[in-house]
Nanobody
Framework: LQLQASGGGLVQRGGSLRLSCVAS????????IGWFRQAPGKEREGVSW????????DYAHSVKGRFTISGDNARNTMYLQMNSLKPMDTAVYYC?????????????????WGQGTLVTVSS
C-alpha cells in the first residue's frame, strides 16, 4: 500500500499549484484523506480533509477560500488545488489515508502517508 504525492515546486506569491496524491493498494473511495504540511522548523499541521464519500470536506483556517480538496475515483487520485499562494504556505506537503469512518482532522488518525512534495512560495 503506497501513496505518492507530487506537484510541488517553486511558485511566486499569488500563484497556483495543484498537488496530486496517487494510491496503490487502496481505493480512495474507501478511505478518508488528509493533506498535511510541515514548514521548516515547525510541527506538521493539517491543511485539508475529505471523507471517503466525498460528502464532507474541511480546511484549516489559514487556507480556507484558497485551497480546494477533491478526488477522482476513476484515477484513484486525490488533489489539493492551491491558489493565491503565500510565502507562509511554503512547506513539505503530505497526503495521508485512513479507512473511511468520516472526516478525520488529526494526523494521529491516519495510517498511511505519502512521501511528501515540497512547495516553495517566493515573495
Amino acid at each position: 500500500l503506497q501513496l505518492q504525492a507530487s506537484g510541488g515546486g517553486l511558485v511566486q506569491r499569488g500563484g497556483s499549484l495543484r498537488l496530486s496524491c496517487v494510491a496503490s493498494g487502496l481505493m480512495f473511495d474507501d478511505y478518508d484523506i488528509g493533506w498535511f504540511r510541515q514548514a521548516p522548523g515547525k510541527e506538521r499541521e493539517g491543511v485539508s480533509w475529505i471523507s471517503s464519500s466525498g460528502g464532507r470536506k474541511d480546511y484549516a483556517h489559514s487556507v480556507k477560500g484558497r485551497f480546494t480538496i477533491s478526488g477522482d475515483n476513476a484515477r484513484n487520485t486525490m488533489y489539493l488545488q492551491m491558489n493565491s499562494l503565500k510565502p507562509m504556505d511554503t512547506a513539505v506537503y503530505y497526503c495521508a489515508a485512513a479507512l473511511g469512518v468520516g472526516l478525520r482532522v488529526g494526523e494521529y488518525e491516519y495510517d498511511y502517508w505519502g512521501q511528501g512534495t515540497l512547495v516553495t512560495v517566493s515573495s
